[in-house]
């Protein structure tokens, strides 16, 4: 399984890399990490609990780090295993570049499983990967920019006009039946 993307940060590229190499922002964006330890020099260990299709899983994992670009990118390498459920391994190249408006994060991943994960079919397993990407780099977003303001947030929903107005009143059924 292949999986490609970008997404732009509103963070100097400084910002965006020191988040890429901290281990509690990573395991506050991975979903269902558990546990998170180590460092970009040694690799990290995590433990993620994730259920995909009729199969749940704890996978405990290590990931190591190469070609090391310091603000501009890595690869990353690694495998986790999950038991009876099987085993989870890849890798992805992530690259940091200057944007309009922050900083680009690119990533090219190719992953690879096994055991009874395999046995799910290729369109829920990238389903699933395709939804467990956007996840993390939507709860990265949101850990590096912080949270949205208010209005911001009601105009990204497409709603300006009630960041600025009073909410509208409802009305019940029963008033809309006699009104």
């Known amino acids: 399984m292949n999986l490609s993307g970008s997404r732009v940060i509103a963070?100097?590229?400084?910002?965006?890399?020191?988040?890429?190499?901290?281990?509690?922002?990573?395991?506050?964006?991975?979903?269902?990490?558990?546990?998170?330890?180590?460092?970009?020099?040694?690799?990290?260990?995590?433990?993620?609990?994730?259920?995909?299709?009729?199969?749940?899983?704890?996978?405990?994992?290590?990931?190591?780090?190469?070609?090391?670009?310091?603000?501009?990118?890595?690869?990353?390498?690694?495998?986790?295993?999950?038991?009876?459920?099987?085993?989870?391994?890849?890798?992805?190249?992530?690259?940091?570049?200057?944007?309009?408006?922050?900083?680009?994060?690119?990533?090219?991943?190719?992953?690879?499983?096994?055991g009874k994960l395999a046995q799910l079919g290729s369109r829920i397993i990238d389903g699933f990967a395709k939804k467990m990407a956007d996840q993390f780099f939507e709860n990265f977003q949101a850990q590096v920019e912080g949270p949205p303001e208010p209005a911001e947030a009601a105009a990204e929903a497409g709603d300006t006009q009630a960041a600025d107005a009073e909410p509208a009143k409802k009305k019940g059924w029963i008033r809309r039946l006699i009104d």
């Open 11 to 114: 963070a100097d590229r400084q910002t965006v890399w020191a988040a890429l190499n901290d281990p509690e922002v990573l395991k506050a964006c991975i979903p269902g990490c558990q546990e998170m330890n180590g460092s970009v020099e040694e690799g990290y260990e995590a433990v993620v609990t994730q259920k995909v299709g009729p199969v749940k899983a704890t996978f405990k994992g290590a990931v190591e780090f190469s070609d090391v670009v310091e603000n501009e990118g890595y690869v990353i390498s690694g495998e986790g295993k999950g038991g009876a459920a099987g085993f989870a391994k890849g890798g992805a190249k992530v690259n940091l570049s200057d944007a309009e408006g922050g900083t680009e994060l690119a990533y090219d991943v190719e992953a690879k499983v096994g």
